[in-house]
């Protein structure tokens, strides 16, 4: 029953931006830590960022000072802000939740993705 449902993504100029959401719904002990990865064409699913319960958080170089990522604990949600948006950021992004759907075991769940694709 645990869901991720990401929202946000669309067609934006280079040095636009984008703000992508996700949101975590189902029986849930607690969440770890969630993330954004991301897939291009033709490449590896990469992690874009991620954001612990405690709000420690971690970027891919490609992105660091561009993007932002968050967290609403309360509400299980992630966000992520993409600014100054590249054409290599092109990619369909994922979210990805670290969580204790079962007491005693944390196991990875991820969102359908939203395309995001950064072009003039």
């Known amino acids: 029953q645990v869901q991720l449902v990401e929202s946000g993504g669309g067609l934006v100029q280079p040095g636009g931006s984008l703000r992508l959401s996700c949101a975590v719904s189902?029986?849930?002990?607690?969440?770890?830590?969630m993330g954004w990865y991301r897939q291009a064409p033709g490449k590896r699913r990469e992690l874009v960022a991620r954001?612990?319960?405690?709000?420690?958080?971690d970027y891919v170089d490609s992105v660091k000072g561009r993007f932002t990522i968050s967290g609403d604990n309360a509400k299980n949600t992630v966000n992520l802000q993409m600014n100054s948006l590249k054409p290599e950021d092109t990619a369909v992004y994922f979210c990805?939740?670290?969580?204790?759907?079962?007491?005693?075991?944390?196991?990875?769940?991820w969102g359908q993705g939203t395309q995001v694709t950064v072009s003039s």
């Open positions: 954001i612990t319960v405690g709000g420690r958080t």
């Open positions: 990805n939740a670290d969580l204790y759907a079962v007491l005693g075991r944390s196991d990875d769940y």
């Open positions: 189902g029986r849930i002990f607690s969440i770890k830590a």
